[in-house]
């Protein structure tokens, strides 16, 4: 699946870090539920792949209160404004810099969608030791699918991430090395007054990068009033809703 350069991710991350934890509701109901699967036993050491601005590390830290918590994300603007103890480093889901089964516990919240998760995977693999514990929220294929709904016939430009279902992330968790691969599925649903807030919200949150064949330039105002309207046809009593397809993978090394 094509993914947006790295370059172009860690900045976009980089300008939403100080807009992030306003505009990250939906992000953090997600971290709720995946802390749900979290295992019992305290991990002597425990990663959150692709942190952000360290919603988790705050969760995990009240379970876990006595583990070495490592902070690590694309995005140093995002770890700056990290506040609870923990090993910070900037670095790339797809080549850790940590050692060999040197983890309890790998857990990331909404940061694969972004990588090859292929390779991602096997990084978790390879910095868990035997026995270790995966616990990895993404999002599938449903995800912003209002959007394309509203730009179908608009254009042919891309306007969301492709993203991998849950038969393929189970398969690829295998293929990486996991065992007792258990998949959760749901759909969390943001509303927004207008077309406008919606769209200011996505890039709030960095999630306004999208890989080839994407829009280069400005859309016109004939064809931005075009999407508003097709938008306005799935409004609810809530708002313009904008859902996130959210699958939940627990798994061990």
């Known amino acids: ?10 900045q976009s991350f980089e300008r939403a870090a100080p807009s992030y934890d306003a505009a990250a509701e939906v992000q953090r109901r997600i971290c709720a539920q995946l802390a749900g699967g979290l295992p019992a036993q305290a991990p002597a050491r425990w990663l959150d792949a692709g942190c952000g ?23 140093g603007a995002m770890l700056a404004r990290i506040a609870p103890p923990c090993v910070r480093i900037a670095g790339d889901l797809e080549a850790l810099p940590l050692a060999d089964a040197s983890l309890d516990l790998y857990w990331s919240s909404l940061a694969v969608q ?42 042919d430009y891309r306007h969301t991430l492709a993203f991998h279902d849950a038969a393929q992330i189970a398969r690829l968790a295998g293929e990486a090395g996991f065992s007792g691969v258990r998949l959760r599925s749901t759909v969390e649903i943001a509303h ?12 709030a ?14 859309m016109g105002r004939r064809a931005l009033a075009r999407v508003e ?24 090394r």
């Open 53 to 75: 601005t360290g919603h988790a590390l705050g969760l995990l830290g009240h379970r876990y209160p006595d583990s070495c918590a490592i902070a690590l994300d694309l995005a």
């Open 114 to 155: 972004w990588c090859d998760l292929p390779r991602a995977l096997a990084e978790a693999a390879r910095v868990l030791r035997g026995g270790g514990a995966l616990r990895l929220a993404s999002l599938g294929p449903a995800t912003f699918h209002e959007l394309r709904t509203a730009f179908a016939g608009i254009d």
């Open 229 to 252: 309207a097709a938008y306005e046809a799935l409004r609810t009593p809530a708002g313009l809703p904008l859902s996130y397809d959210v699958i939940l993978l627990e798994a061990t």
């Open 1 to 10: 699946m094509s993914r947006p350069a790295k370059t172009r991710i860690r």
């Open 205 to 218: 949150v960095g999630a306004n990068q999208l890989g080839a064949g994407r829009r280069t330039g400005l």
């Open 192 to 203: 927004f007054p207008d077309l406008h807030a919606l769209l200011r919200s996505v890039k």
